[in-house]
């Protein structure tokens, strides 16, 4: 049961209760406590998924960390001067490096920073 339909069934239950008092008497805390479970049953997966996220995140931003160092001692394997620019042309080995580096980050260079299959 999602949001929506739990605030459908509060809705109806205030509608019984005003124009049929005397089921509303029996039927309003019985669907109180039931209410109130499934609120709680709502919150607490809503807990457990925020908790997943920013354990996932804090994974990624380990991960893009080693990939940021890993990245960097490529490049300075094979340009230690910082020479490169636009127009240089840059080794296969190079590139071929950088591109298993990414396929080996693949998941977190996903989630962490919006990469596409393009990106690959």
């Given at each position: 049961m999602n949001l929506t339909n739990l605030l459908q069934v509060v809705i109806l239950l205030i509608l019984v209760k005003q124009?049929?008092?005397a089921i509303g008497e029996i039927l309003v805390p019985v669907a109180i406590v039931i209410l109130a479970a499934i609120g709680l049953e709502l919150f607490i997966a809503y807990w457990k998924?925020?908790?997943a996220a920013k354990k996932q995140r804090e994974e990624d931003e380990t991960d893009f960390w080693k990939w940021q160092k890993s990245r960097d001692a490529i490049r300075?394997?094979?340009d230690p001067?910082?020479?490169w620019n636009e127009i240089s042309t840059?080794?296969?080995e190079y590139s071929s490096e950088i591109q298993e580096?990414?396929?080996?980050y693949q998941g977190m260079l996903?989630?962490?920073n919006g990469w596409t299959d393009h990106d690959f």
């Open positions: 124009f049929y008092p998924k925020q908790r300075a394997q094979y001067e910082h020479e840059i080794p296969q580096l990414n396929s080996k996903r989630r962490r």
